[in-house]
């Protein structure tokens, strides 16, 4: 918002007013209004005091200690008054990381008793509603922490604050700044980034380095190396497969894993004319080459939770993950039942390489997900400092502690430091942490896409959340009941329907 201050109001007792400003832990509006209507109830029993006691002529004493109290009163409420609030919703909702971010604010106030920086946590999910909700009521938060796939979305509503986010990102150091990351957050329409990045995730192919390199086997990179690696492993140092593949249609693992395919040979759900292309020669091709891979993967109906103890108990030799799995690769993930699995080797972590970027005959992707802080419309132009505040120095990286392997740096000059950050980072080489780093460079997402508009980010939404990839996956590679080139005309009919619906 424009510079937010306090409403004029009447003054209120000292004693509330002095707990007001002494307090570091940022109050919500609705608080601060509560604690304002009490002053006003409590100064008017002070000024009615007043009043009595000159109507009875009484010595001045009395007139004299009121008249200072209120005097004292409207300095100090003058100065809530001036105090320029900055409003920013977190989804970092977990109360641990919510005091983490009420802790850096209160060193930015510490620094700036000027302002107030209320943290206000709230749902992921309701992240649209809640700003929705904010526009209807003309009270736009100042600063939005959300995933990347809102932004678009937010920008093309008018209410993200383009120009400070790029003064946000020159002030904080453009050149700091990984390229695939500010490529997500600029405007097509524009040419502007809508909103500052912060931080993210990185999926890859996990993979059993040390059987790959007494193979003499290529890092699973490119189509053909994965292919290679997918045959020649099984039999090799007790394991019984060479990957595994999300293959159970009410999951959406096999979405996430399949799109990374899809992606790494230019395959998108819509072209740039706006037309559907779900049955492409590309992306068929990629329904070929993953239905292929099933001959030397795990057998039936699989999802992340296998997959992952297939690979941990050294079955599978190589594994679709995001980089939460780290901890997992050294103690053991935890099962369904209660209990931790056993690892096949107890440095595997030091045993796994990391393949993020996946080299199809067309392109090349990793796959992942990114938030950025959103500046909204009318923000007050404090929120920019605000948020470079955030990134800087210990700042930036206590943040990142509070989930290092979901929280991937997007400044380079961070990066040294966030590999020390965990424990369990000196559990692999040097050159997997750099790599997940640089994982941003090549992430992409079909949500990503910046040329589409709401209705085909929405539609790609629906494709997600109908799971019509996973149903496709296991009717080709799992039921026999469609061939790739089936499938793919059958995802044609049915992403046609949902954009009718979605245009209607």
């Known amino acids: 918002m424009s510079v937010k201050k306090m409403r004029p109001m009447v003054f209120g007792v000292l004693v509330i007013v002095s707990m007001i ?13 509560g ?15 007043l009043g009595a006691a000159q109507e009875t002529g009484e010595d001045v004493a009395p007139d004299a200690e009121l008249q200072a109290q209120l005097d004292a009163l409207q300095g100090q409420l003058q100065a809530i008054q001036e105090r320029t609030v900055i409003e920013f919703w977190t989804t970092d909702n977990e109360e641990q990381r919510v005091q983490a971010y009420e802790a850096v604010a209160a060193r930015y106030m510490e620094l700036h008793p000027e302002v107030e920086i209320r943290i206000v946590p709230i749902e992921e999910s309701g ?21 990347i796939e809102r932004v678009a979305a937010f920008a093309a509503d008018g209410i993200l604050d383009e120009d400070a986010a790029v003064a946000a990102i020159q002030a904080i150091g453009e050149d700091d700044f990984r390229n695939g990351p500010l490529q997500m957050v600029t405007n097509p ?20 380095e040390d059987v790959f390199t007494d193979l003499g086997l290529n890092a699973p990179v490119k189509w053909e190396d994965i292919e290679a690696a997918c045959t020649a492993l099984p039999g090799n140092d007790d394991l019984l497969y060479g990957i595994t593949l999300g293959t159970d249609p009410g999951q959406n693992y096999g979405h996430q894993v399949f799109e990374q395919f899809a992606i790494s040979n230019n395959a998108w759900p819509f072209d740039e004319a706006g037309n559907v292309t779900m049955n492409t020669p590309e992306m068929i091709a990629a329904w070929d080459f993953y239905a292929g891979l099933q001959e030397c993967a795990l057998p039936g109906t699989q999802y992340w939770r296998v997959a992952r103890e297939a690979y941990e108990f050294g079955q599978s030799g190589m594994l679709f993950y995001s980089t939460y799995i780290m901890d997992d690769l050294v103690d053991g993930s935890g099962m369904e039942g209660g209990d931790t699995v056993d690892l096949a080797y ?17 392109g090349a992707a990793s796959y992942g997900q990114l938030v950025a802080m959103g500046i909204m419309q009318d923000a007050d132009p404090v929120a920019q400092d605000v948020l470079k505040f955030f990134m800087e120095g210990e700042n930036y990286q206590e943040i ?28 692999y080489p040097p050159e997997t942490l750099e790599s997940i780093a640089a994982g941003y460079d090549s992430m992409q997402r079909w949500l990503f896409r910046p040329d589409y508009d709401a209705v085909q980010r929405a539609v790609v939404g629906d494709i997600e959340g109908r799971l019509l990839i996973p149903i496709a996956i296991s009717n080709i590679a799992i039921e026999g009941t469609m061939t790739p080139e ?9 992403v046609e329907i949902l954009l009718v619906e979605r245009s209607s």
């Open 346 to 362: 107890s440095d595997l972590a030091a045993r796994t390489g990391f393949a993020p970027s996946m080299e199809g005959p067309n």
């Open 486 to 494: 089936e499938a793919a005309e059958w995802l044609q009919e049915q």
């Open 21 to 33: 400003l002494a307090s570091c832990a940022p109050a919500a509006a609705s608080e601060v209004d």
């Open 189 to 208: 329409a524009t040419g502007k980034y809508a909103a500052v990045p912060f931080d993210g995730w990185i999926q890859a192919i996990w993979y059993r």
């Open 127 to 147: 992240v649209s509603q809640r700003i929705s909700t904010a526009v209807a009521a003309n009270r736009l938060p100042d600063i939005v922490r959300m995933g």
């Open 400 to 427: 990142l502690a509070l989930a290092p392997f979901g929280k991937v740096p997007v400044l380079e000059s961070a990066v040294d430091e966030w590999k020390g950050s965990s424990d369990y980072f000196a559990n």
């Open 35 to 49: 604690q304002v209507a009490d002053l006003q109830s409590q100064i008017e029993a002070l000024q009615s005091e």
